[in-house]
């Protein structure tokens, strides 16, 4: 059953007057402008002006990256560790940064915290950029007085989860990109270089072989129909990312199909599970709730079907099974995985547990990555050397026939 749709998130510049009759401006995320005048004023500022900010100028700037808030967090962290008051360490940050959309971030952030907002709630303000799992950190580091243990906590696992999803980018996306330049090659060569050969062939009055003639056919082709092959490809990549946006049941389709593919599937299986198993376990050690810290495992897993599994996991949970009883109905994460949490809540350790089947599976993720990778290269470049070296020997099998009749 299709669940409703998350309603479109906006960015609103405000300005207004906070209890003490000071002017403060900023930016805040909302669905609409009811609820930025609602968010207002539960923070005891008086809104005067407040209008949403164009999409359009916001694509000009530069993107708030990961890299971003794990630099943010740690340097935040350093600050107050040694002591600088949360308002001035924003400030100092502010003062050292270059990236306009990431400086008009931490100046919104440190008005409202000036303001008298905790921290986490201004972050939340910001949806777009701190996730659940970062807010809910922060939040359980004020409430115990250890803000920064949970700021370099934050930026230790950002940089975890960085450093897995560039992996997981490296091992699929090379292989694509080569594919793409080797088809594009031989498209040339069939529009642009074929054509020449087949007026040569003309002149010599001779049958031709039927492999050659089947790749003169196919430039024929291509060069009548090249733009309607091309706009087919590009419009069947728009409907599939179309579609995945608009669709849950195509977008979740298309992830159960990935995970289906040889090689490939595996290692986002492996992906999904090293995820899961390092939000949930950084969630639960910093106090959050363990029905709670299981949304942001789902959502960190990157992928639907997991995230589908784990969100029924978490109303079972919700309702008194033990974590590694949901787990093991759900019949998709190892078997080892489900001891490690059997252990782990009978032992009263779950989060340790849990941070070694991260590892365990961060580590099968890297020696798979490096496998592929040396695998790949020699099968790609095969396999171009097959379609650039077949088109050649092509165009040169009549030359070669006709050198043995003289």
């Known amino acids: ?23 403060i401006k900023g930016e ?8 930025v005048r609602a968010k207002l004023r539960e923070q005891g500022i008086s809104p005067k002006r407040i209008r949403k900010k164009s999409s359009f100028s916001l694509k000009l700037g530069e993107k708030v990256t990961a890299r971003d808030i794990t630099l943010f967090s740690r ?99 090379y292989p694509i990109f080569v594919m793409v330049i080797g088809l594009a090659v031989a498209a040339l060569l069939l529009i642009k270089v074929v054509p020449e050969f087949e007026r040569m062939f003309a002149s010599f009055g ?3 072989p039927a492999y050659t003639q089947m790749v003169i056919n196919l430039s024929r082709f291509m060069q009548e129909w090249w733009y309607l092959v091309f706009g087919s490809l590009g419009v069947a990549l728009y409907l599939v990312f179309f579609w995945r946006k608009r669709s849950e049941t ?26 899961f198993s390092r939000t949930l376990a950084t969630s639960f050690s910093a106090g959050v709730p363990l029905v709670d810290a299981l949304d ?19 109303e079972d949970v919700a309702t008194g099974q033990q974590l ?29 547990m849990l941070l070694k089947v991260a590892e365990f599976f961060e580590e099968e993720v890297n ?28 165009m040169y099998l009549p030359i070669f026939q006709m050198g043995s009749i003289m």
């Not at 299709?2 to 009759?21: F, Q, S, V």
């Not at 805040?28 to 609820?35: G, M, P, R, S, Y």
């Not at 949901?326 to 252990?343: E, L």
Request: charged share 25%.
């Open 1 to 23: 059953m299709a669940t409703k749709k998350p309603p479109k998130i906006h960015l609103y510049h405000w300005e207004g007057t906070n209890a003490r009759r000071e002017r």
């Open 28 to 35: 805040i995320e909302a669905e609409d402008i009811n609820f």
């Open 75 to 173: 340097q935040l962290a350093t600050m107050i560790k040694a002591g600088v008051p949360v308002v001035q360490a924003l400030t100092i940050t502010i003062e050292g940064q270059t990236k306009k959309k990431m400086r008009d971030l931490l100046i919104d952030l440190r008005d409202q915290v000036s303001a008298g907002i905790p921290v986490a709630q201004a972050l939340r303000r910001h949806p777009l950029i701190f996730d659940d799992l970062f807010c809910s950190l922060v939040e359980a580091g004020e409430a115990s007085g250890a803000l920064e243990d949970m700021l370099e906590r934050v930026a230790m696992y950002k940089e975890r989860m960085e450093s897995l999803k560039n992996k997981i980018k490296k091992a699929l996306y």
């Open 206 to 208: 001779a049958e031709l």
């Open 250 to 275: 195509f977008a979740y389709n298309l992830s159960k199909f990935t995970l289906r593919l040889p090689i490939a599937g595996q290692l986002l299986h492996k992906s999904a599970v090293a995820r």
């Open 296 to 314: 942001s495992a789902g959502s960190s897993t990157g992928n639907l079907v997991y995230r589908k599994i784990i969100h029924n996991i978490k």
């Open 324 to 352: 590694n009883f949901a787990m093991r109905q759900a019949r998709i994460f190892p078997t080892m995985v489900n001891q490690m949490v059997a252990i782990g809540e009978e032992s009263g350790a779950l989060d340790t």
């Open 367 to 394: 020696t798979m990555v490096d496998s592929m990778t040396s695998l790949l290269e020699p099968l790609v470049i095969a396999v171009l050397g097959v379609i650039v070296g077949g088109l050649v020997i092509a």
